[in-house]
């Protein structure tokens, strides 16, 4: 049993997860969010409290923090007495943060990958690259790390291990799908941090197939797929966190990674791409200023969290998984549909971080219950699906399934 | 008689600016190259020997020069003795470099408007802002300058007042028509300054019609000309310098600009206009660096004089005039052709800097020479548009028209 929570970071996925804490305190205890700008924390805690969230009486506390700077992050853990920590920051803090938990023995979980702020789509498999080579230490020092607890990744490798251990013998293929139907009003905005959003799609896309990464261009592999609820939508092959644990901890040929993307979309990307104002490095202006090009499309692009009051529609997020199940083959879709306006009702966010930010609440309620608290490092299809969906359910974001006998919700009695 | 020429600049239009100069240094005397970054200024003085341009021995020399400050502009006219001072630097450093002419007594001419840097598309008449302001003082003291002397403004000008000397008895419209039917091979590139050229676009299209200014938006008004040698194109009504002195200068009650731009460039301009990334105004990145996104943008996109040595194909800039002769009504196109590859050959250029390089030097031979010089303020269409004419015919922009008898090139003997 563990409790007490530090939240790290302050955007849209942030505001969730703390909103989802604090109804969850009884189990969760303290509650305390950190981030560089600590105005954007205290946002977070009015937003709470407008809501009435708190489920119990109990702290809710704002701090500043450099996630970056270890000490500072282990000096916090310490004088909140926090146990549970949910690195929900920049996609560059990851480290730090975690070398702080395995210092002061907390539980660390986190949402996407740590990146390098000078390189993009490194080498796959991504998790080897930073998080993994600390993997036998959290196991020596019985530090629970769990890897990639948002949407996708988190609940799609749940999904995965549920098939495996549910659906099928043996699986084939894993297509994890990811479409928002949903529309912001804006000309152009991105729905999560722009930098970490563009970085994902600038270099190559990487996927798994017959047993090997395979190399393409973004918008290079393009398919159209049928989903429930949303109906038929374009997507692209796109790089992602989960198929690079998937591929190792799944015993499956391929697993492949399928992003929704509007014209809109494509074309402000095509255009920012090849200008090179998408680009990581560093340039110099005539005047000789130092700017790195990405940060500056990051300032002038709509923060995300702005979007939710106006945003409407809902997203399909899920894997579509084929193999054989008793001899046969079969294929069955396992899904979950948000709303925006939903989303935003009950935690003033939009869809995109509702999805994100729900299951690393629920993740860190399994820590602090015992059922996750596993005393080492683990991806999410490692450990045990059926809580974490059946919880999930519970708090917002349901499980679906399309097989044989159409379209149904699952419970998790 | 004014000799000794200072250049202040080292872009594309300066290479082009020296190169004619020293191949009329018989009649300009010295030539000195001088900018910010004085390595950009050798790199014309190798060009320019390359070429073997100069037509006798003489100075040929690149100096330092922060544009902005007049007081160091009026030394280096004083220590070089230059009596003419040709401005093909920033349009933002027009105002000090006149300063420092006015001075001195020094002749000025320059090829394109002042401009603040943190204001766009200001109230018309765009000269009134700045340069006329300065008018009565160089009447006064007797100080030569030539405003817009490139080629649009510039030519275009003369082009204009050679139609109302020569071709009509009362002029209805003219209408300035430029087209660039060249490709020079890259995804997107601009054909000068990305900062000056983007900023011709990012406010209101002023023109001038029915003797009144009226606002449009940019790309929102298209007209499709039929033209000699480069045929049909798509044009789009565009706010620029000459229509802020035609209007005043010429009793004509419609004065209309229209550039050509291709599918590549509309998509890349939308995009950058509506992210906010063409914005003169300075942001703040989340990491608290103040950066204007315009010059970021500047950065990232080739510099317009290395598109030289593959562009291909040909420029179209002239006037669409309309109006009475002898009681009937008549319509002609004074235009010119150039041609990108024939620029290279010649000076190291691209047909953009070539078109609006020849006429400053043809500008500063007439000054030298004494046509031109004025010892006032003018606008080109104020000056006899013939020794012009005639002299670039000789310099390799010749004049060509399109009335009742064909199309043929004039002759200005």
């Not at 498999?125 to 996708?152: H, Q, S």
């Not at 799609?156 to 659906?167: G, T, W």
């Not at 079969?330 to 709303?339: G, K, L, S």
């Not at 059926?386 to 399934?401: E, K, Q, S």
């Amino acid at each position: 049993m563990k409790k007490n929570v530090l939240i790290i970071g302050a955007g849209g996925v942030a505001q969730v997860v703390a909103h989802k804490c604090a109804q969850n305190n009884d189990v969760l205890g303290d509650v305390h969010i950190a981030s560089r700008t600590v105005e954007k924390c205290r946002k977070i805690v009015e937003s709470v409290h407008e809501k009435k969230a708190l489920k119990v009486d109990g702290t809710l506390a704002a701090h500043t923090l450099d996630a970056l700077d270890t000490e500072a992050v282990k000096a916090l853990i310490r004088s909140t007495g926090s146990q549970i920590v949910i690195n929900v920051g920049s996609a560059f803090v990851n480290m730090s943060v975690l070398s702080a938990c395995i210092d002061t023995g907390a539980a660390y979980l986190d949402t996407a990958i740590h990146e390098d702020p000078l390189k993009i789509c490194e080498a796959p498999p991504w998790y080897a690259n930073y998080e993994w080579k600390r993997r036998e230490e959290c196991a020596r020092k019985g530090i629970t790390a769990v890897l990639g607890a948002g949407f996708d990744p988190g609940v799609v490798n749940a999904y995965a291990a549920l098939a495996r251990d549910e659906y099928f013998d043996k699986i084939e293929s894993v297509d994890i799908i990811d479409v928002n139907a949903g529309e912001h009003g804006r000309w152009f905005a991105t729905n999560f941090d722009p930098e970490i959003n563009f970085r994902e799609f600038t270099g190559q896309v990487w996927s798994w197939q017959n047993r090997q990464w395979v190399s393409n261009q973004m918008f290079e592999v393009k398919k159209v797929w049928d989903l429930p609820v949303v109906g038929e939508r374009t997507t692209y092959m796109t790089g992602h966190d989960e198929i690079h644990s998937l591929s190792k901890n799944l015993d499956v040929p391929h697993v492949r990674f399928w992003m929704g993307f509007g014209e809109r979309y494509i074309t402000v990307f095509t255009v920012l791409k090849n200008l090179g104002l998408l680009s990581e490095q560093p340039i110099t202006t005539a005047e000789g200023q130092q700017v790195v090009p990405l940060k500056v499309v990051k300032a002038v692009l709509p923060d995300p969290s702005s979007l939710a009051p106006e945003y409407k529609g809902k997203t399909c997020i899920g894997d579509l998984v084929k193999g054989i199940k008793d001899g046969k083959e079969r294929e069955v879709f396992i899904y979950n549909i948000a709303d925006h306006e939903e989303a935003y009702k009950e935690v003033a966010s939009q869809g995109i971080s509702y999805t994100a930010g729900v299951p690393a609440a629920a993740a860190a309620i399994l820590i602090a219950r015992g059922d996750w608290d596993v005393k080492t490092m683990a991806n999410v299809e490692e450990l045990p699906p059926r809580p974490f969906l059946g919880l999930l359910d519970r708090m917002g974001l349901p499980t679906c399934i399309r097989d044989e006998q159409g379209e149904r919700r699952l419970h998790f009695a």
